[in-house]
Structures are given as structure tokens and as C-alpha cells.
């Protein structure tokens, strides 16, 4: 790891959060206390980062120096807020179209899809905080600059990232095998997000419950599912070319 991909050390850990530097998360060591100690943590719920009790092994394989138990990961992007990006989608004339990662964990597909997010042109991806992959330089390199583009919403858990997407009139669309139809027969072209889970157990069921829409990819072969940034690619693709389709006829009959 870069030493520009972190910090450490109580007071500069605690300085970074109060300037506002994009934190990914915090990694403190399990038995840390004391009172600078709990200062810093309180002031870190405050400013909504993350924190990750680790043992001290893990701290020293990213620096021997005096961390002091305390080690700030950092982030190459700013990550956004759901109930600041939607309304502004919508000041704007957008009709929204996101993709939600949920416990997509490995970083290379998450990488991966924010690069296809970027080429397809869609509006934002959603992660929650915990259990997922998150904007590291590896995702960044994977992403091969895509995820500097599309804004990264980090909420706190998917259940209500996906309540707040459909309150905020956003039809959402699970990718599953589950589903009984195919993805191409669903309607991408209102306000939509969709729903991509982790390849050992798929979106979680209490995602799934609330999903308007459960869409399935054929799969013909002897594989049972694809990869997860292959089978985002299909689906964000697909709203793509219907959404290109719905201009081209407005326009067609506006001729």
C-alpha cells in the first residue's frame, strides 16, 4: 500500500476527519481506549466514517510506525449521499438510472462495473457501508478511471438505500435467477435502479421482498451464473438500448 493511501496516528487521523479529506474507513485496534482514543471515534460517528475494529497484526502489516492503534484508509473519491443525488438527477431533467451493489465484495468486479457505469452513462452506483467493496486505489485502477466519474453513494445499509430510491420514484429491478422474466422483457426507460448481489448468494432477501421487478439472464450453458461484473454489464446495457430506442422514436415523432 502507497503511503499516500493512508494515515495514521490519533491526531492525524483525527485532523483528517475534521478537514474533510475523503476517508474510506477507519481501522482501529481492538483493545484500543483511553480518552484521545474515544474522542476520536466519537468524532468519527459524528462525520459518518466508517470504523473497523482489526487486530493490531493487521495495522502492522500496513505500517510499523507509531500508529498508535489507529489507521485512516483513504478514499480517491468524495462519496455521495442519496437524498443530495436524486433530487439534484431530477432538478437537472434526468430521468435517474443507477445500479446498487448489494455485498458485492470483491474489488476487482466492483472496479469493473464502475467502468462499464461510466461507459453506459449511469447516473450513480450504491454501496452500503458494511460487507462490500469500496472506492480503493485497486478500484480505481480496475475501474480504469471510471469510478472518478460516476458519483459512489455509501449508505448505511441496502435495505434502506432501496426504500429510499423507491420513495424518491424509482422503480428497482433485481437481477436474480429468481426472477420470472427475462431482463429484456422490463421496462428500463422510467426512473430505475438496479440491483446486482454478490455471485455465492445473490441480492439478499429482504432486498429482494421490496424489488418491483426480478429480472432473469438465460443461462444456456453448464455454468450456472455469470460473473457479477459480466452480468451487471448485460443488464446496464439493456437499459441502454432501450432508453436509445425511446429517444430515437420521440424524436421520430416529433418529426
Known amino acids: 500500500m502507497d503511503k499516500n493511501d493512508y494515515i495514521f496516528g490519533l491526531r492525524a487521523v483525527a485532523e483528517a476527519i475534521e478537514s474533510g479529506k475523503s476517508i474510506d474507513k477507519i481501522l482501529v485496534r481492538k483493545d484500543l481506549s483511553g480518552e484521545q482514543s474515544r474522542d476520536l471515534l466519537t468524532k468519527a460517528r459524528e462525520y459518518g466514517v466508517l470504523i473497523q475494529r482489526v487486530p493490531v497484526e493487521k495495522l502492522n502489516r500496513i505500517t510499523m510506525k ?131 448481489g454478490n455471485e455465492e448468494h445473490g441480492i439478499s432477501d429482504e432486498v429482494l421482498r421490496i424489488c418491483d421487478d426480478l429480472a432473469a439472464i438465460p443461462i444456456l450453458g453448464n455454468i450456472g451464473s455469470l460473473n457479477v461484473s459480466v452480468a451487471a454489464g448485460v443488464m446496464m446495457y439493456e437499459a441502454v438500448r432501450q432508453r436509445r430506442e425511446a429517444l430515437a422514436k420521440d424524436a421520430n415523432l416529433a418529426d
Do not use: W
Open 66 to 196: 507509531n500508529h498508535q492503534g489507529v489507521i485512516a484508509l483513504m478514499s480517491p473519491v468524495r462519496y455521495h449521499k442519496l437524498e443530495n443525488l436524486i433530487p439534484g438527477l431530477y432538478e437537472e431533467g434526468r430521468t435517474p438510472l443507477l445500479i446498487c451493489l448489494d455485498g458485492v465484495t470483491d474489488t476487482r468486479n466492483f472496479g469493473a462495473i464502475g467502468r462499464t457505469a461510466d461507459c453506459a452513462g449511469f447516473d450513480g452506483i450504491v454501496i452500503p457501508e458494511r460487507n462490500s467493496a469500496s472506492v480503493t486505489p485497486d478500484a480505481m485502477k480496475t475501474s480504469a478511471g471510471g469510478l472518478l466519474y460516476v458519483p459512489v453513494c455509501r449508505e448505511r445499509d441496502m435495505l434502506t438505500a432501496v426504500r429510499m430510491l423507491k420513495e424518491s420514484g424509482i422503480r428497482i429491478v433485481g437481477a436474480t435467477e429468481k426472477g420470472a422474466r427475462n431482463y429484456t422483457e422490463i421496462d428500463y426507460t422510467d426512473p430505475v435502479a438496479i440491483v446486482m
